[in-house]
């Protein structure tokens, strides 16, 4: 395998709060090739938004970065002054939100906007920037693009809006699309059109994508491998056949059984009992996973599992790592 | 999966669910309210003012020096005279004394008590005005909620200083008060109520339209529970935490009212003095150098109402966190 | 567009309806407008005489309407105290009042809403803190405290100002007079307006502060800043137009209270205004002028809320009704 885009090594994202730091991110790595689609998934408050915000360089106080690296290129990107970043955000990384409806600006057209962000990064006329800006909302399916171009974001369907977000992303021809949750706040029939322009922009324009989303069938449907999250961490990656079929890590294999196929859609869905833990002050001790888990034993409630490679999957379990001695106690 | 919501917008950090598992109470002093509190010295400084402030309007009559209503203690031949670190000036009298020879620090302190009886008043009137309508209007819907709130869209037209003029005069024409000491107190109260209540009714009002469309309302009417009983039991304790911040809020523009009206010569007599008043008397003698008849109430007036705005500020805050 | 407007035209049209009646009340039920006007010797022939004369006698619906027919030709009988028509005291005083509120206004905006950027853009910064502090001080102190510190401060001791009345005046056509175009005009006006303006300035600072962080929070602006826009278009582009689309609201209602605002002001720098009749009015109950203001304030109001709901449908391009939306 050629390096990776992107690198994310041993990320650990922390909230500062009165009662002392949170550990949101804990020891997140992985990786994602040229061209290639990442899935992310978990379940809320996982911390896949966060990851894709820390790519981003867009955490917020009091949330920030405390240990690890996030890799352009072979090239440190987490620790980039605002205006270095800024030429990272658009031209290299682009970022779409999970609702169209408030990710644009309400009080500019949608020309305006794709104009400005193209001149903000490329050197063009207005009148070649709004060329540019036309061919983009025609690129991905706004009909009528020369017209709709003079449009206010208002004055767009759910759907449509996504696409003209998509395009903004686009401006600037970036190589890796950030998608956070981008079909949850779409109508059902919108969802597979939005997901299937995002494949066809990867495939043409050679795009890696990090699709974060808690639904397991799109990244089936999508993805080339999966990253599944669990409370802060990455419990399991890889190709994503190979993780929807044979699980490695008990969570996934939850999260496979959940997902709807033409058999169960009627049967009532796999659900795995209890709720994920909440945030905690610093590195647990123990799997996160392991009050929920019908699989535990003695080294799952007192030793973290460390990340194990095996062929072209990693994953955080003692099921699949040789317990050291005198975990057992 | 879980019932957790499905949409991950939330990435602000939850914190370990230790916190609900003990009672409201325990909860309240432990929570993000009582620590913000703390968090800020200014804060905290605001509280120590204002509680300070309200021990001496209580007990003002214990610990003030002289007594300036009595006229057995009062002279003409001490009047004007200047602070004790000035020249000329009288060691019994620690802040110097007005136009007519009362001591400045047992007036502010009397002064004090009457513009926080008043405003206090005023807030409480309003408060019941204000909540009383704002439950009727939500509760009742239709013709009777259109035409409070009509009312209070038209009132919020003119500014509330504007309506207690109004009130004012209306009310001494009406009472046809010669002597306006006897009345002017009440008066006050009065104007200062019907100025503040809007805010109130339109808070109640909204919080008590969300609550009657629940299912546990409708489902209390099926079992024969009265409307009254429903909004006391259910709707007021949704609305109290607004109500508290608008009436602290309101207690210190309710002072300031007061001290405007008794400043423009239409609140509260010379024999009555409020802070207002004082600070009228006060600013007659600004010209000819006797500062401290408009200084010393000027400021503790300033004091008083900056220390409760805070206390309000912060209160909305805390009850409110995504205004910070 | 043109069906939003007559609808606000038609509320509007309520509200000084409303306001109107409450005048009449006012006017007919506090204090005996006959007592007002003649002098405790006059016989009772006489005052029935003069009763008749006011048409005091005809019914309560036939003088309700008789009064609102003369308020709308401006006529608002005449001033008890004065002994003259309520109509030509107003227009006399009118334009001292609105050239103080205006210039009040103006500078509240021109200085409120950069500080309000400012305290935003900076929020844990020294200076936003200090503009924090310093805004609660100006929502706090009353209006008649801060006329009086300077008065205090920079006309009794610096001399700088005067501290009442409004210098010399200029007549433009048959009706306003001008403080604007004398020097000593424009120095009497300083530090009346700088009184008057100083509350609704920190709460437009305040207001501005508010809505900016709230839309730096939004979704399109974290859009903005994942697209590399640069901080300044994201700044002063994005989140200031948008945080200043509710600003126009409230800096239009704080407008209308500005005039209102102007009563206190007008007595303590004794600035010969309609604030100051109407105080007169209310200390010698002189009904007709206390009628005739409240419908004035009213009357400015409800104009100033209809140019500021026009200028939000220029702002706001959600609010325009469009064919091209599917």
């Known amino acids: 395998m050629?390096?990776?885009?992107?690198?994310?090594?041993?990320?650990?994202?922390?909230?500062?709060?009165?009662?002392?730091?949170?550990?949101?991110?804990?020891?997140?790595?992985?990786?994602?090739?040229?061209?290639?689609?990442?899935?992310?998934?978990?379940?809320?408050?996982?911390?896949?938004?966060?990851?894709?915000?820390?790519?981003?360089?867009?955490?917020?106080?009091?949330?920030?970065?405390?240990?690890?690296?996030?890799?352009?290129?072979?090239?440190?990107?987490?620790?980039?002054?605002?205006?270095?970043?800024?030429?990272?955000?658009?031209?290299?990384?682009?970022?779409?939100?999970?609702?169209?409806?408030?990710?644009?600006?309400?009080?500019?057209?949608?020309?305006?906007?794709?104009?400005?962000?193209?001149?903000?990064?490329?050197?063009?006329?207005?009148?070649?920037?709004?060329?540019?800006?036309?061919?983009?909302?025609?690129?991905?399916?706004?009909?009528?693009?020369?017209?709709?171009?003079?449009?206010?974001?208002?004055?767009?369907?759910?759907?449509?809006?996504?696409?003209?977000?998509?395009?903004?992303?686009?401006?600037?021809?970036?190589?890796?699309?950030v998608a956070d949750e981008p079909t949850t706040a779409l109508d059902v029939s919108v969802q597979a059109q939005i997901i299937r322009l995002l494949k066809r922009l990867a495939r043409e324009r050679g795009l890696s994508v990090m699709l974060v989303t808690h639904d397991m069938g799109v990244i089936a449907e999508t993805a080339d491998r999966v990253a599944v999250m669990y409370a802060g961490r990455v419990v399991e990656t890889g190709p994503v056949r190979?993780?929807?079929?044979?699980?490695?890590?008990?969570?996934?294999?939850?999260?496979?059984?959940?997902?709807?196929?033409?058999?169960?859609?009627?049967?009532?869905?796999?659900?795995?009992?209890?709720?994920?833990?909440?945030?905690?002050?610093?590195?647990?001790?123990?799997?996160?996973?392991?009050?929920?888990?019908?699989?535990?034993?003695?080294?799952?409630?007192?030793?973290?599992?460390?990340?194990t490679r095996m062929g072209g999957r990693e994953v955080a379990c003692w099921l699949h790592e040789p317990v050291p001695a005198g975990a057992a106690r | 999966?879980?019932?957790?919501?499905?949409?991950?917008?939330?990435?602000?950090?939850?914190?370990?669910?230790?916190?609900?598992?003990?009672?409201?109470?325990?909860?309240?002093?432990?929570?993000?309210?009582?620590?913000?509190?703390?968090?800020?010295?200014?804060?905290?400084?605001?509280?120590?003012?204002?509680?300070?402030?309200?021990?001496?309007?209580?007990?003002?009559?214990?610990?003030?020096?002289?007594?300036?209503?009595?006229?057995?203690?009062?002279?003409?031949?001490?009047?004007?005279?200047?602070?004790?670190?000035?020249?000329?000036?009288?060691?019994?009298?620690?802040?110097?004394?007005?136009?007519?020879?009362?001591?400045?620090?047992?007036?502010?302190?009397?002064?004090?008590?009457v513009s926080l009886l008043i405003g206090g008043l005023g807030v409480l009137l309003s408060a019941l005005i204000g909540v009383t309508l704002g439950l009727i209007a939500g509760y009742a819907g239709g013709r009777i909620d259109a035409l409070i709130m009509r009312i209070a869209d038209i009132q919020l037209t003119f500014p509330a200083i504007l309506i207690a003029l109004l009130v004012d005069g209306v009310v001494h024409a009406l009472l046809k008060s010669g002597g306006r000491e006897d009345t002017a107190f009440g008066v006050m109260v009065l104007s200062i109520g019907l100025s503040f209540w809007v805010q109130y009714a339109r808070t109640v009002r909204g919080s008590t339209l969300v609550e009657r469309n629940k299912d546990y309302v409708h489902a209390a009417r099926l079992i024969g529970l009265r409307s009254p009983q429903i909004l006391w039991r259910h709707v007021l304790p949704n609305v109290l935490g607004p109500v508290l911040v608008i009436a602290t809020i309101n207690l210190a523009l309710a002072v300031i009212t007061e001290a405007t009206l008794s400043f423009l010569g239409v609140g509260l007599?010379?024999?009555?003095?409020?802070?207002?008043?004082?600070?009228?008397?006060?600013?007659?003698?600004?010209?000819?150098?006797?500062?401290?008849?408009?200084?010393?109430?000027?400021?503790?007036?300033?004091?008083?109402?900056?220390?409760?705005?805070?206390?309000?500020?912060?209160?909305?805050?805390?009850?409110?966190?995504?205004?910070r | 567009m043109l069906a939003f407007i007559l609808r606000r035209l038609g509320s509007a049209a309520i509200v000084l309806i409303f306001v109107g009646v409450l005048a009449f009340i006012l006017f007919r039920y506090v204090g005996d407008p006959v007592n007002q006007m003649v002098g405790i010797d006059t016989s009772i022939a006489d005052r029935d005489r003069l009763r008749e004369s006011l048409g005091l006698n005809d019914s309560v619906i036939v003088q309700a309407l008789r009064f609102l027919g003369h308020a709308a030709m401006f006529d608002f009988g005449v001033s008890y105290q004065f002994k003259r028509p309520v109509a030509e005291l107003l227009i006399e005083r009118m334009p001292a009042t609105l050239e103080l509120s205006l210039i009040s206004a103006l500078l509240s905006l021109v200085i409120g809403i950069p500080m309000g950027v400012a305290s935003a853009l900076g929020k844990d910064r020294w200076y936003a803190k200090l503009l924090q502090a310093v805004s609660l001080a100006g929502i706090s102190l009353p209006t008649f405290l801060i006329g009086i510190l300077f008065i205090y401060l920079f006309s009794?001791?610096?001399?700088?100002?005067?501290?009442?009345?409004?210098?010399?005046?200029?007549?433009?056509?048959?009706?306003?007079?001008?403080?604007?175009?004398?020097?000593?005009?424009?120095?009497?006006?300083?530090?009346?307006?700088?009184?008057?303006?100083?509350?609704?300035?920190?709460?437009?600072?305040?207001?501005?502060?508010?809505?900016?962080?709230?839309?730096?929070?939004?979704?399109?602006?974290?859009?903005?800043?994942?697209r590399g826009l640069p901080a300044r278009s994201i700044n002063f582009r994005h989140a200031l137009k948008n945080s200043l689309v509710p600003v126009i609201t409230v800096a239009g209602l704080q407008l209308g209270s500005v005039i209102a605002f102007a009563t206190i002001t007008e007595t303590v720098f004794q600035w010969p205004g309609m604030g100051l009749l109407f105080l007169q009015s209310v200390q010698n109950v002189d009904v007709p002028i206390m009628a005739a203001y409240l419908l004035f304030v009213a009357a400015m109001f409800v104009a100033i809320n209809l140019v500021v709901d026009i200028l939000y449908l220029a702002v706001d391009p959600r609010l325009k009704t469009t064919s091209k939306a599917h």
């Open chain 2, 269 to 323: 007599p010379p024999t009555q003095p409020s802070l207002g008043t004082l600070i009228r008397i006060g600013n007659a003698y600004l010209f000819s150098g006797e500062w401290w008849i408009v200084a010393f109430p000027g400021i503790t007036l300033a004091v008083l109402v900056i220390a409760v705005n805070m206390l309000g500020d912060w209160l909305r805050d805390a009850l409110n966190p995504r205004l």
């Open chain 1, 242 to 307: 190979e993780v929807v079929h044979a699980a490695l890590h008990p969570y996934a294999q939850g999260l496979m059984a959940a997902i709807p196929t033409l058999e169960t859609r009627a049967v009532r869905l796999a659900q795995i009992p209890g709720s994920m833990p909440r945030l905690a002050p610093r590195t647990r001790p123990y799997c996160a996973f392991h009050t929920r888990c019908d699989k535990r034993f003695e080294p799952c409630s007192s030793i973290a599992p460390p990340v």
């Open chain 1, 2 to 177: 050629s390096a990776p885009l992107l690198s994310v090594r041993k990320l650990r994202v922390e909230f500062a709060t009165r009662k002392g730091p949170l550990v949101a991110l804990d020891d997140v790595s992985f990786d994602i090739a040229r061209g290639e689609v990442l899935g992310v998934v978990g379940e809320s408050g996982a911390g896949k938004s966060l990851t894709g915000l820390a790519i981003m360089g867009l955490i917020d106080p009091p949330g920030r970065i405390v240990s690890g690296e996030i890799l352009l290129d072979g090239e440190r990107i987490d620790h980039l002054s605002e205006d270095r970043m800024r030429l990272i955000r658009g031209p290299r990384i682009a970022m779409i939100f999970q609702d169209p409806l408030t990710s644009l600006d309400p009080l500019f057209t949608v020309g305006d906007q794709l104009v400005e962000t193209i001149r903000a990064h490329q050197p063009l006329s207005a009148q070649a920037a709004r060329q540019k800006a036309i061919g983009l909302l025609g690129e991905v399916g706004i009909p009528a693009p020369e017209q709709r171009v003079d449009s206010w974001p208002h004055e767009f369907s759910g759907g449509m809006r996504q696409r003209v977000v998509i395009a903004l992303a686009m401006c600037a021809e970036p190589e890796l699309i």
């Open chain 3, 156 to 226: 009794v001791t610096l001399r700088w100002f005067p501290s009442f009345g409004r210098g010399d005046t200029v007549k433009l056509g048959t009706y306003w007079t001008t403080g604007l175009l004398t020097s000593s005009g424009l120095r009497a006006l300083i530090l009346p307006a700088m009184t008057l303006a100083l509350f609704q300035m920190t709460l437009i600072m305040r207001l501005v502060r508010s809505e900016m962080l709230e839309v730096l929070r939004s979704d399109h602006i974290r859009f903005a800043r994942a």
């Open chain 2, 1 to 113: 999966m879980t019932a957790e919501p499905l949409i991950d917008t939330d990435i602000t950090p939850r914190t370990d669910g230790t916190d609900e598992r003990r009672g409201r109470f325990a909860r309240l002093l432990d929570s993000d309210i009582m620590a913000s509190f703390l968090a800020s010295k200014l804060t905290v400084l605001a509280g120590f003012v204002t509680f300070a402030f309200l021990i001496i309007a209580l007990f003002a009559p214990l610990i003030a020096p002289f007594n300036p209503f009595d006229p057995a203690q009062v002279f003409l031949i001490d009047a004007r005279d200047p602070p004790i670190w000035m020249a000329g000036s009288d060691p019994r009298f620690l802040l110097g004394t007005d136009d007519q020879g009362r001591d400045m620090l047992s007036a502010l302190f009397y002064g004090l008590r």
